[in-house]
T-cell receptor, first 113, second 110 residues
């Protein structure tokens, strides 16, 4: 089945540690996105990528990094510079056209311990 | 400033009691308005896309409508399995700029 796979579902980070969240899609979508969701707030865009080897910062990119070496993959690294990383992280993808629908993965929970 | 506001924040209904959720937006250059359903601990599930004022779309007990300033998600005779958070998003400025509302948490009691 086509879809977006995020892993791991649950991740714990120690202070000062970098962690990487995986996102893979087999929908043949050009664009991929990372969003952060906090309780009671809307989704906030961290990074997005329209094509391989290119990506742009979203509204809350500080403390995060991404890569796009393959069309299917868009991993997100939460660095130690992100001071409040505990949140639900959502990866999404879409085709590249105006009015395109974005589709989401099942999400990853990151908790600082 | 572009903004999306959903109301109410939470809604409790009895099974069979119809109601509507609201998504109001103040954006320039609307390219599309999207509704999603999100269950606890899961990613949002796509429901509808609306592109222009006057457009309507239906799926089972759900009907989405769009005006120039807001969208409504009408729920007719809801069932407990309709309980979820419903998210609204708008797309502006081309392909990749989306603004999300904070959602309406719907609880349908049997």
């Amino acid at each position: 089945d086509g879809g977006i796979t995020q892993s791991p579902k649950y991740l714990f980070r120690k202070e000062g540690q970098n962690v990487t969240l995986s996102c893979e899609q087999n929908l043949n979508h050009d664009a991929m996105y990372w969003y952060r969701q906090d309780p009671g707030q809307g989704l906030r865009l961290i990074y997005y990528s329209q094509i391989v080897n290119d990506f742009q910062k979203g509204d809350i990119a500080e403390g995060y990094s991404v890569s796009r070496e393959k069309k299917e993959s868009f991993p997100l690294t939460v660095t130690s510079a992100q001071k409040n990383p505990t949140a639900f992280y959502l990866c999404a993808s879409s085709i590249q056209r105006t009015g395109n629908t974005i589709y989401f993965g099942e999400g990853s929970w990151l908790t600082v311990v | 400033e572009d903004q999306v506001t959903q109301s109410p924040e939470a809604l409790r209904l009895q099974e069979g009691e119809s109601s509507s959720l609201n998504c109001s937006y103040t954006v320039s250059g609307l390219r599309g308005l999207f509704w999603y359903r999100q269950d606890p601990g899961k990613g949002p599930e796509f429901l509808f896309t609306l592109y222009s004022a006057g457009e309507e779309k239906e799926k089972e007990r759900l009907k989405a409508t769009l005006t120039k300033k807001e969208s409504f998600l009408h729920i007719t005779a809801p069932k407990p399995e309709d309980s979820a958070t419903y998210l609204c998003a708008v797309q502006v400025e081309g392909f990749n700029k989306f603004y999300f509302g904070s959602g309406t948490k719907l609880n349908v009691k049997p």
